[in-house]
């Protein structure tokens, strides 16, 4: 599958989790407030004007946007919006010590636009910025033609921000993989000394 068949599946799969999501929480909320208005009614002698204004306070708390524990919140250095959609969702649902392994060789690995930049306005033949983003063949191919006599050059000063973004993207998922397989040898190991 193309790179840009895989961004489109991942936009598609980010809005269908994030629709989840929204009717998640809404049905949860509305069966969280039904359920504490039943219970009202049934311990409770409170006159009906008082459960309205009771639900309205309910439904009033849940409409304030707040994080619960079992959220977990992305410090400032972690960009996540530039991850994938399945990476993130994935990154949720990892107990909290493979989070910070994921983000620590995340931030050894991931490409930095003002150095992808930097190495680019390096007059060609000499820029290596394809270099910096692990596309050896590329460039191979940029260095002898001389940056596309320069007009391949210019398009890259365009198109850097997006290149480093896949490259990134495409570590992100080489990282979590290795996680996911390291996490899941370990706990077959610790199965089988078990049995």
């Known amino acids: 599958m193309s790179e840009d068949h895989e961004e489109m599946l991942d936009r598609i799969r980010e809005r269908v989790l994030e629709r989840e999501r929204e009717l998640r929480l809404k049905e949860d909320k509305e069966m969280s407030i039904q359920a504490t208005l039943q219970a009202l009614e049934e311990i409770t002698e409170v006159p009906r004007e008082e459960m309205e204004r009771i639900a309205d306070e309910i439904r009033a708390s849940h409409n304030t946007p707040e994080t619960t524990s079992t959220e977990y919140s ?4 972690q960009n996540p919006e530039h991850l994938p959609a399945t990476v993130r969702e994935a990154i949720l649902k990892l ?4 989070k910070d392994e994921f983000w620590e060789e995340y931030q050894l690995q991931s490409r930095s636009l003002a150095i992808a930049y930097i190495l680019l306005l390096i007059p060609p033949p000499l820029s290596c910025h394809y270099l910096y983003s692990r596309h050896l ?10 940056g596309g006599f320069f007009i391949w050059w210019l398009v890259d000063l365009f198109r850097m921000p997006q290149i480093v973004m896949d490259e990134n993207r495409k570590s992100a998922r080489k990282i979590l993989k290795r996680l996911l397989r390291h996490s899941l040898n370990r706990k077959s190991r610790n199965q089988t000394r078990n049995e």
Do not use: A
């Not at 992305?74 to 250095?77: D, H, I, K, R, V």
């Not at 107990?95 to 493979?98: A, E, F, T």
């Open 95 to 98: 107990p909290p010590i493979l």
């Open 137 to 146: 063949v590329k460039q191979i191919l940029f260095t002898l033609t001389c």
């Open 74 to 77: 992305f410090s400032p250095l």
